[in-house]
C-alpha cells in the first residue's frame, strides 16, 4: 500500500476542500476514485499551481480519470462545478418536473443530468417554499406527476441526456426486449404430402425398390431458417453513449433463447474493426460488457468507416453472412475517410447482406438532412434508414426487420438529394 508523506495545507484550505466535494460528485456519477487519487489530486494542483483554468482543468483529469468513458461526465461535472457560476440554480432546474416555465427550454447536453445528479447527492430537490401574498387571482395547482407514466418517458428520452438512475431504469428495460425475425423460404426442401414441388429424387428411390414401378409420386416444400444477425457498431466518441445502451440490448437478443435468430454476430469499430461475439455470449451482462471493453482498445477515439468496412468485407463477410445474415450498422455516418472508398464498401456490404438495416442517433433531431459526405456515400446502400436514439426506436427496430418494404427515413432523405442534385 502506498504511504504518503504529511502534506502542508494552508490555515484556511478552501481549495482542498472544494477538491474533495469535487471528487465526491466524481464518485457518485460513477468515477473510482478513492482517497488516495484524491491526495494525487491536491498534491498535483499544489505543484501546478492555480493560475490557468486550462492546466487546472487537465491536472485534475488526469489524477481523477482512469477510463475513457468517463472524459464527458468529467467535462461536465467541471464545468458545472469549477466554471458556470450559477451551478447551483442551473441544476436544482435541471433536477425539477419539466413544467414550462419553471426548466431552461434547452435540451441537457451530453452526460449533463448525471453530472447534475452528482452533484446535487444529498441537496433537497423540492422547489423552494414561496411566501403566500395577499391576491384576489385565483391559483391554479397543477401536478405534473402523473401526466406521463415513467416507463412511457423513459420509452422517448435520449440516451444521452439521461441521469445515472434513469440509465439503470433503462438497461432493465432493454434487458426486457426482443427482436424477433420471421423464417424464410431456403433453396432446400423437406418432404411434406401437401408441397407444391415434386420431389423427384424420393419419388426415383421409391420406384427402384419396386422393380421400377412409380407407385407414389412424392412431394416436398421449402424449408425453413431463419438468418444470422450480424452487428456493426461505431464506439468512436460521438457513439459512445448510444453504443453501450445497444450493446446492452444486443446482449439480451443474443443470450435470448427462441427469437429466431440462427447466430448472432457482433462487431465494433472506431479506428479498427473489433469481434466482441464471443464476449457477448456470457450470460451476465456487466461481465459481458466489461469483457467486450477489454477487447476492444478504440473506445471514445476516432472513426474511419470506410476502413472499418473494407476490414470487414474481406475477413469476415464469407463467414458470417453466407447466409443470407439481416445486417444492424449503428454509426452517425461522420467519417473523414473518402466517400468513394466508403460507398463503395457499403455496396458490397448491402449486396452480401439479405438486409441491411442502418440506425443514426442524429435522426432525433427534426430538422436532419444529410449533408455530411458520409451519410450522402452510405445512404444509398441501405434498405432502411432508421434512427436509434432511445429505448422506442430500438422496439420499432423489429418493423423494420420484419417488414421488408419497410425503409424508415430513406425514401424522404434520398429524395432531398434528388432534388439538391
Excluded at 445497444?246 to 469481434?275: D, I, P, Y
Aim: aromatic share 6%.
Amino acid at each position: 500500500m502506498s504511504e504518503y508523506a504529511r502534506l502542508d495545507l494552508p490555515d484556511d484550505p478552501k481549495l482542498t476542500h472544494n477538491i474533495t466535494h469535487f471528487a465526491r460528485a466524481l464518485r457518485a456519477a460513477g468515477l473510482p476514485i478513492g482517497t488516495g487519487r484524491v491526495i494525487d489530486a491536491i498534491r498535483a494542483v499544489a505543484v501546478a499551481g492555480f493560475t490557468s483554468r486550462t492546466d487546472f482543468f487537465y491536472t485534475l483529469r488526469a489524477c481523477l480519470v482512469t477510463r475513457p468513458e468517463h472524459l464527458v461526465v468529467f467535462a461536465q461535472i467541471f464545468r458545472l462545478y469549477w466554471r458556470d457560476p450559477r451551478y447551483v440554480e442551473h441544476m436544482m432546474a435541471m433536477m425539477l418536473p419539466a413544467i414550462r416555465g419553471v426548466q431552461e427550454d434547452r435540451s441537457a447536453q451530453a452526460a449533463e443530468k448525471r453530472a447534475a445528479e452528482a452533484l446535487l447527492d444529498g441537496i433537497s430537490r423540492d422547489a423552494p417554499e414561496i411566501e403566500e401574498q395577499e391576491s384576489d387571482e385565483v391559483q391554479i395547482e397543477i401536478d405534473a406527476s402523473a401526466t406521463m407514466s415513467g416507463e412511457e418517458r423513459l420509452r422517448q428520452l435520449d440516451f444521452e441526456q439521461m441521469s445515472n438512475a434513469e440509465m439503470t431504469a433503462a438497461k432493465r428495460m432493454l434487458a426486457r426486449l426482443t427482436l424477433p425475425v420471421a423464417p424464410f423460404a431456403s433453396r432446400r426442401g423437406e418432404a411434406s404430402p401437401q408441397g407444391r414441388q415434386i420431389d423427384a429424387r424420393r419419388s426415383l428411390r421409391a420406384a427402384l425398390r419396386h422393380g421400377g414401378e412409380m407407385r407414389r409420386i412424392h412431394r416436398k416444400k421449402p424449408r425453413e431458417r431463419w438468418p444470422n444477425l450480424v452487428v456493426i457498431c461505431d464506439i468512436s466518441g460521438s457513439m459512445s453513449q448510444y453504443s453501450r445502451m445497444v450493446l446492452h440490448f444486443l446482449h439480451a437478443v443474443a443470450n435470448q433463447k427462441g427469437a429466431g435468430w440462427a447466430k448472432v454476430h457482433a462487431f465494433t469499430f472506431g479506428t479498427r474493426l473489433t469481434n466482441i461475439t464471443r464476449q457477448l455470449a456470457t450470460r451476465d451482462v456487466d461481465a459481458a460488457l466489461a469483457a467486450a471493453g477489454r477487447q476492444a482498445q478504440d473506445w471514445e477515439g476516432g472513426t474511419k468507416i470506410g476502413a472499418c468496412l473494407h476490414e470487414f468485407n474481406r475477413d469476415w463477410s464469407r463467414r458470417v453472412m453466407g447466409q443470407g445474415a439481416v445486417v444492424l450498422l449503428i454509426t452517425d455516418g461522420l467519417d473523414r475517410d473518402a466517400p468513394e472508398a466508403l460507398g463503395h464498401e457499403m455496396e458490397r456490404l448491402h449486396l452480401s447482406s439479405r438486409r441491411l438495416i442502418w440506425l443514426n442517433p442524429l435522426l432525433r433531431w427534426e430538422g436532419f438532412a444529410p449533408k455530411a459526405q458520409g451519410i450522402r456515400a452510405m445512404l444509398p446502400h441501405v434498405d432502411a434508414f432508421r434512427a436509434g436514439h432511445s429505448i422506442a426506436t430500438l422496439e420499432d427496430l423489429a418493423l423494420a426487420i420484419s417488414r421488408r418494404d419497410d425503409t424508415g427515413e430513406k425514401a424522404r432523405l434520398m429524395a432531398a438529394l434528388s432534388e439538391e442534385g
